[in-house]
């Protein structure tokens, strides 16, 4: 927990969120796998459209889709609503979702096997994709050694109960984001394990990427430690088959620009790893986390022109 001492409304407004959490996962682990998964789609498509939230949804796919009608963004809106409500619901079950019980499959195993036996460090890379701890989940599942990175939750009660959850299904290693963070990140590297990072998502002065025909700053931390110890970015992604039922794919390793030039490599690269995620959202763009502001803020305002 937080080492600044909270005031006493403030405690007891945690000490509330958290029993509210615990009430969700009790019932959510009472109930069968995909019932469980059914319910929070059922919850997030009705409760997600009246919130502010949905307007943001939609400004984010005018800005990648400018040139679908209305209809399309709309029923992808909705399957978006029922995907993150899915995903929700399946965090509290996260250790009844695995490979051993046939819910998970995984195209291009070996990969993730022969990175194991090596025991020479990589750099995973992924997006918020389907529901996206099903990639840690699997790594773990493959007997890779690897710290993962999670954004701690404002509410230091739920953020303990959320990596107690992710111990049930062997999610061990936390390394908070930021400067120890990173700090931890190059302690495990140098100790040959991997590292698992997302790198789908707004990071201020990062590295400006073409991002669906426009520009957005994207975090160059993954590269640099790839570049640093000398390995790949290996990206995973995952798809939503049927309810709680996924596959998840281990895709070509990146490798690392190597012109001699540092900063042009790092720029490059990382420009590569944009275009991986924008053709995974191209693809299925309903499993993609629309509900944060990718682009930099003045895309969102009114009369903001359309992508070239």
């Known amino acids: 927990m937080s080492s600044a001492k909270p ?15 615990d009430l969700f996962v009790g019932v959510v682990r009472a109930l069968p796998v995909d019932t ?37 963004k709309a029923d992808v809106a909705r ?21 051993a019980n046939g819910r998970v499959e995984v195209v291009n195993m070996e990969r993730l096997k022969a990175i194991a036996e090596s025991q020479t460090p990589v750099v995973f890379i992924s997006g918020h ?3 996206w701890e099903i990639m ?6 493959a007997g890779v050694d690897c710290q993962m990175t999670y954004r701690a939750a404002n509410n230091p009660y739920v953020d303990e109960r959320i990596k ?62 790839a570049m640093r110890f000398g390995t790949v970015l290996q990206p995973m992604t995952v798809e939503r088959l ?26 490059s690269t990382v420009a590569r790893v944009s275009a991986f995620i924008e053709e995974v959202v191209r693809a299925r763009p309903q499993e993609w986390f629309w509900v944060h502001k990718r682009w930099p803020n003045d895309a969102y305002k ?7």
């Not at 929700?88 to 250790?95: G, R, S």
């Not at 025909?213 to 160059?220: C, I, K, L």
């Not at 049927?242 to 720029?267: L, Q, S």
């Open 36 to 72: 469980a998964s059914d319910m929070g789609a059922w919850l997030l498509k009705a409760i997600g459209p009246i919130t502010p939230t949905q307007k943001l949804v939609r400004q984010n796919l005018d800005l990648a889709f400018p040139d679908k009608d209305e209809a399309w």
């Open 79 to 99: 399957a978006q609503w029922d995907n993150l409500g899915r995903t929700f619901a399946e965090f509290a079950i996260m250790d009844r979702i695995r490979i």
């Open 129 to 131: 994709f389907a529901n």
């Open 242 to 267: 049927h309810k709680a039922r996924f596959r998840v794919i281990v895709h070509e390793p990146i490798e690392v620009d190597d012109t001699g030039h540092k900063a042009a490599d790092i720029d």
């Open 302 to 308: 009114p009369g903001t022109p359309k992508a070239p």
């Open 136 to 141: 840690p989940s699997t790594i773990v599942d």
């Open 164 to 225: 107690a959850g992710r111990m049930r299904y062997g999610v061990r290693l936390f390394a908070p984001k930021g400067g120890d963070g990173a700090k931890e990140l190059l302690i495990a590297m140098a100790k040959g394990e991997s590292v698992a990072l997302m790198n789908d998502q707004k990071f201020n002065r990062g590295v400006a990427t073409p991002f669906f025909g426009r520009s957005v700053d994207t975090a160059p931390g993954p590269t640099r430690l």
């Open 7 to 21: 005031s006493f409304w403030q405690d007891v407004a945690w000490r509330f969120e958290a029993l509210m959490y």
